[in-house]
């Protein structure tokens, strides 16, 4: 049968925001009893029953769900409300508790031991105490406006450090530690309502830290939505743990320039007494250097170093974007830096343990300006993004040797005398592509991309990206870029294409090659290696110098013959090699498409400041109506068009426009009529001259179109019995007019 307990004889209800055990202590004096007495009317324990010894009576700290239930049943106040007059709410979000111990875990979350306190708020409330005094994280009070108390004036200890003394009267208000220089009787009992405080600005960025860090506060377990923690938010603890990490770098490496519109003046010399007191005797030699993390484990033991250091966190924390975080935050890890802590962008997650994507991408990007390019590639600091640099090399599949010639266009930077910056600039772009947000090495990321350029060259391509103004954003492009890949994948797997095609000889057979040419060309007609070395280029995304020896071009000369040849190149001759490459794919069972380049959002890379001209600014129309008959001259054309040479280039290569003379494209209507007159002239039995008449040109042309293509010319006297009136012509099968 369960005991009744007796309930107490004078009943209090608790403050808004009351410590359980100023509560208790407040009880006890209104009571005019020893503390142990409202200890044993609660049912608390006062000693342990196993070992004898006294139970440390951390009651505010944390509070068994049975000694809960005991107080509220002798109390009357409900469970809830005393489970939140301790710190258990605050655990694993604004401290950490040892549970075991009834202790706070002082290098976690600037947990702290004792009690900051408010002298104004302990006259208002009669000498009660608030439970978020306790915390770390409370430096001032937003109701008075003044930094907190950090220890009793009189004996210079921390206040609450140790329980009330179990067997004395609490006096609230006064200090109840023990005397200076006495372990025992008598108390302190110094009024803490006659502390001196530091008042602070009503609207200085001090106060406007605390009550951001008091509405954390207020809701512990909700998720904390600040820009830089992106849309998903993160746990009090993830930014508190960022707070922490900020707070000790601002302590061991700001100087006072850096903090002279942080605090008031008052506040800042506090702080400047607090970071250089001399340590304490037999602890450090004086002569010696101080650490690079002195005041990074612990909370600071002044409200005032406290105050300075969460302001200047603050303005990282609630920065508007990634990007803007690091330039708030550029200054501070500029000093981590010149203390002689290397600090290079893979290193800044040193600063502090378990920092937020967010933050972490915020101290690599604050290092762009102090870091190699390939670095900034690597970390992506253009883009200021969260995702630390990992192994990519799985890209390399999906990029072609040199990159694709939109890209390479738009992103390859020249000199003002219209040369390339670097040769084979479209493969240090591939190279560069695979490096982007990648850990692999420029030699090895070489090696993946099948190509022969140095990791010297890579290096300096990407250095004068950073030099020249028009180049601002070509890191920023190729990091989209890679995202992309990473997100969408590429149909064309090119490592494999590499791996099939780089050794094969022949791609397409010179007779039909030759044959294309006589019924499209009438006199110069092109190397049928160069048609070899289209379809390589166009399957595999690599230049014909990486292709077999037999097709390779090995000389510039070559390589000059081959580019003339891709942007004077006919439409039948691509419809010809695309034909012949897309046959190739199917005998390997590879269902890709034979070419294939990704298209990016148009808008996003408008706003990016790019070296080369947009590949799509210029239409197919608008380059046909420009390329005039006949040979002509490509720089005249990009003079016409508005452009550079290159871009012009660029689209004869994917345009294909026939430019052929009006001799020319006579030979090629010819050729697009020469099996209808071969029915003719074999199966209809017509004459030359009738089927002249009928297509519209020349006797001439026409016996000439049938020799050229091996049909036997019959003797000029008809069969017998074949009339010869053409007046029934255009009833034969496939002639004008015919149905």
């Known amino acids: 049968m369960t005991a009744v307990r007796r309930t107490l004889p004078l009943r209090y209800a608790p403050l808004t925001g009351e410590a359980l055990d100023s509560w208790l202590e407040f009880l006890a004096a209104r009571m005019n009893c020893r503390f142990e007495d409202v200890l044993r009317a609660l049912c608390l324990p006062i000693k342990d029953p196993v070992l004898t ?36 709410r605050f655990d694993g979000h604004a401290m950490v508790i040892h549970s075991q111990h009834r202790r706070v875990e002082r290098q976690l979350l600037w947990g702290r031991s004792g009690s900051r306190y408010c002298p104004a708020c ?19 009070c937003t109701r008075h406006q003044m930094l907190l108390a950090d220890h009793c004036p009189n004996c210079h200890t921390v206040a609450r450090l140790r329980a009330h003394p179990r067997r004395q009267i609490p006096r609230p208000g006064l200090c109840g530690n023990s005397a200076p220089d006495e372990r025992r009787e008598p108390r302190c009992h110094h009024p803490l309502t006659d502390t001196p405080v530091t008042a602070l600005q009503a609207d200085g960025d001090a106060l406007r830290a605390q009550r951001l860090i008091d509405e954390l506060l207020a ?26 990490c900020l707070g000790g770098l601002v302590l061991n490496h700001a100087v006072s320039g850096d903090l002279a519109e942080s605090a008031e003046p008052e506040v800042l010399r506090r702080l400047e007494h607090y970071r250089f007191r001399p340590p304490p005797a037999g602890v450090q030699d004086a002569r010696a250097p101080r650490r690079f993390d002195e005041h990074s484990y612990y909370a600071p033991e002044d409200a005032a170093a406290t105050a300075v250091a969460l302001t200047m966190t603050m303005r990282i924390l609630t920065a508007p974007s990634v990007s803007a975080a690091a330039v708030a935050a550029q200054w501070l890890t500029d000093r981590v830096a010149a203390s002689g802590r290397a600090l290079h962008p893979g290193a800044v997650g040193l600063l502090g343990g378990g920092l937020s994507p967010g933050l972490h991408a915020a101290l690599r990007c604050s290092r762009e300006a102090k870091v190699m390019p390939v670095a900034r590639l690597r970390h992506r600091t253009a883009v200021a993004s969260t995702r630390s640099p990992s192994n990519q090399d799985a890209r390399a ?65 990407l250095a004068e990206f950073t030099r020249r103004p028009d180049c601002a954003d070509v890191l920023h492009g190729l990091i989209l870029l890679a995202d992309h890949l990473d997100q969408h994948g590429s149909p064309i797997d090119y490592a494999r294409r590499r791996a099939l095609f780089t050794t094969r000889p022949r791609f397409i ?31 595999t995304g690599s230049p014909p110098r990486l292709a077999h020896l037999a097709i390779a071009t090995a000389t510039p000369s070559q390589r000059g013959q081959y580019l003339r040849f891709r942007w004077r190149i006919l439409p039948a001759e691509v419809d010809l090699l695309l034909h012949v490459a897309r046959t190739l794919l199917d005998e390997h069972g590879i269902d890709e498409p034979v070419q294939w380049t990704p298209q990016l959002d148009a808008t ?128 034969l099968h496939g002639a004008p007019g015919a149905p």
Request: overall charge neutral; hydrophobic content about 45%; proline content about 9%.
């Open 604 to 731: 996003t890379l408008s706003t990016l400041r790019l070296p080369g001209p947009d590949p799509d600014s210029i239409s197919a129309a608008e380059l046909h109506r420009a390329v005039p008959g006949g040979d002509f001259s490509i720089a005249r054309l990009a003079h016409t068009l508005n452009t550079t040479t290159t871009h012009a280039i660029y689209l004869l290569s994917q345009h294909p426009v026939d430019w052929s003379p009006p001799r020319f494209r006579h030979t090629q209507y010819t050729a697009t009529r020469i099996e209808q007159w071969r029915a003719w002239y074999e199966d209809d039995y017509l004459s030359l001259q009738d089927i002249a008449d009928l297509a519209g040109t020349s006797l001439a042309t026409v016996r000439l179109a049938l020799i050229k293509y091996g049909i036997p010319i019959r003797p000029a006297l008809s069969p017998p019995g074949r009339p010869r009136n053409r007046l029934a012509l255009p009833t």
């Open 122 to 140: 302990l006259i208002d409330s009669e000498g009660r105490w608030q439970l978020i005094w306790r915390l770390g994280w409370s430096f001032a």
């Open 219 to 244: 809701a512990p377990h909700e998720r904390v939505h600040w820009p830089l923690y992106g849309p998903d938010g993160a746990p009090l603890w993830v930014v508190l743990n960022d707070a922490r």
């Open 509 to 539: 057979e010179p007779k039909s090659w030759w044959d294309l040419q006589r019924r499209l060309r009438s006199n110069h007609l092109p190397d049928p290696a160069h048609a070899q070395r289209w379809i390589f280029h166009t399957l």
């Open 53 to 88: 010894q006294a139970i440390p009576p951390r009651w505010t700290v944390l509070t068994t769900a049975e000694e809960i239930a005991s107080i509220a049943a002798v109390s009357g106040v409900a469970e809830d409300v005393l489970t939140a007059m301790t710190l258990q």
């Open 397 to 461: 599949r999906m990029l072609p040797t040199a990159l694709w010639p939109a890209w390479a266009l738009r992103l390859a930077p020249w000199h003002a005398s219209g040369q390339p910056v670097a040769r084979r600039v479209d493969e240090l772009l591939a190279v560069a592509c695979l490096l982007a947000g990648n850990t692999t090495s420029i030699g090895a990321a070489v090696r993946l991309m099948g190509t022969t350029v140095s990791s010297h060259n890579v290096s300096s391509l």
